[in-house]
């Protein structure tokens, strides 16, 4: 009988020690089992066509073979360049069913703070980036501009294609025409390769776009490219080299700084961490497949990936912005931003404090009427009213442009 106890609690304790083993495996991969016999909706912001719908059937195709048992639908979900897209990936229900992509324009409008954005993509959950693709000033080539001196000299308007209003296409090229002064108008709505076959038809003259979706246009013959920005290809002027005036310079480098994550991939937020780490590892293994990089080559389509926090940390980078930058941007594209910081010396004090002046973000006088309950005032970290302020001091001023400017801080040193 004593026999008998003894051997089944030592298969009592065998079983368990197996379980353990079995259990710990699978815990570890609850994320990737998570998905087997699961639909996750691939959503591409624009329709079908193009680079970004071809980037997100590859990565969508690939993701699905190395996330065992799922399967991967693409919805094409134009709009509103790309935000309507954006939208719905960020207010998806955040079980990591949702996943997509939309162009690096949103970082632009999400900056100066456009009222249809219904997201923010630094809380967005980041599963990749795909690709670097600098951007490229494309001309038609029966077009007698051969270059960008001849571009800025042209005589007339030169009509130049771009997506829908708020896509990246529309505010670079509408950034840099202001800021650069060039004589070009802007026809927008054009999705997907529409606008290559409106340059074959003669409709448009240029595009400002990445350099992968018109690399074999080019080659074909229909068009040249006149500048470049960024990226290491050495046959192309850099408009940087091209550019003397410093506010030109500053959204040239803005510009620069989006191409670095081009084609993402994204979530929205609050998605369970081991099922975010389960697609940020079938991404990269979906972007490291050879099979993926030979349909991208095939494609003429460039892949220069990287993974999660990288890519979060790169987004937070290229969100943190100077003041005067996001002026020249707010500016560019008629939006007032909802505040604007300045920094310097108050330049006046009027009225016991019921009105300063100090320098805007553009280096021009600005009058502000504080008030006298709505705006925080502090002088050395420390509470402080409107009386309290003196001309010369050094304050940080955060305001609403337009009307009264109506601060809604002040710290002053």
């Known amino acids: 009988m004593e026999l008998e106890l003894r051997r089944r609690i030592a298969a009592l304790a065998m079983g368990t020690l197996v379980c353990a083993a079995l259990a710990a495996p699978a815990a570890a991969q609850k994320g ?19 680079g970004y719908d071809a980037y997100g059937r ?40 949702t996943i997509g992509t939309f162009n690096t324009g949103l970082i632009y409008n999400q900056l100066v703070g456009r009222k249809e954005i219904k997201f923010d993509l630094t809380k967005m959950s980041w599963i990749g980036k795909a690709a670097s693709d600098p951007r490229v000033f494309v001309i038609h080539s029966s077009s007698p501009i051969k270059s960008w ?14 997506s829908g209003v708020g896509s990246a296409s529309y505010v670079e090229t509408k950034i840099l025409a202001d800021a650069l002064d060039l ?62 005036d410093a506010d030109g310079k500053a959204m040239v480098a803005l510009i620069q700084s989006q191409g670095e994550i081009a084609r993402l991939t994204a979530a929205a937020p609050g998605i369970p961490a081991d099922r975010l780490q389960a697609l940020r590892g079938a991404y990269q293994k979906a972007l490291e497949d050879k099979g993926l990089q ?29 003041p005067k930058t996001l002026a020249l941007l707010a500016a560019a594209l008629e939006i007032k931003p909802q505040t ?16 300063i002046v100090f320098n805007g973000p553009d280096g021009k006088p600005v ?45 002053c040193k």
């Open 32 to 50: 990737a089992d998570f998905y087997k016999g699961k639909t996750v909706t691939y959503i591409v912001a624009t329709a079908a066509g193009g």
């Open 183 to 244: 004589p070009i108008k802007i026809i927008a709505g054009y999705s997907g390769t529409e606008d290559m076959m409106a340059m074959r038809r003669n409709e448009i003259t240029g595009i400002i776009g990445s350099r992968s979706s018109f690399e074999e246009f080019v080659k074909q013959g229909h068009a040249r490219y006149i500048a470049q920005i960024g990226g290491t290809e050495k046959d192309v002027p850099q408009l940087a080299s091209l550019v003397a």
């Open 340 to 355: 604007a910081k300045a920094s310097g010396p108050l330049l006046e004090v009027q009225d016991k404090g019921r009105a």
């Open 149 to 162: 001196k001849e571009l800025r000299e042209a005589k007339g308007t030169v009509n130049f294609a771009t």
């Open 367 to 411: 009058k502000s009427e504080p008030s006298g309950s709505r705006t925080r005032i502090t002088i050395a970290g420390k509470e402080a009213k409107r009386t309290d302020l003196k001309a010369g001091m050094s304050c940080e001023v955060e305001y609403k442009p337009g009307g009264d400017n109506e601060p809604a801080t002040i710290a």
């Open 294 to 322: 030979a349909r991208a080559e095939k494609l003429g389509r460039p892949v220069e990936p990287a993974v999660g926090e990288g890519v979060a940390k790169m987004v937070r980078e290229a969100m943190n912005q100077p």
């Open 58 to 97: 590859l990565v969508a195709d690939f993701m699905q073979k190395h996330l065992p048992g799922s399967t991967f639908v693409v919805r094409n979900m134009p709009g509103a360049g790309h935000i309507v897209g954006a939208n719905a990936i960020y207010n998806a229900r955040p079980d990591g069913l």
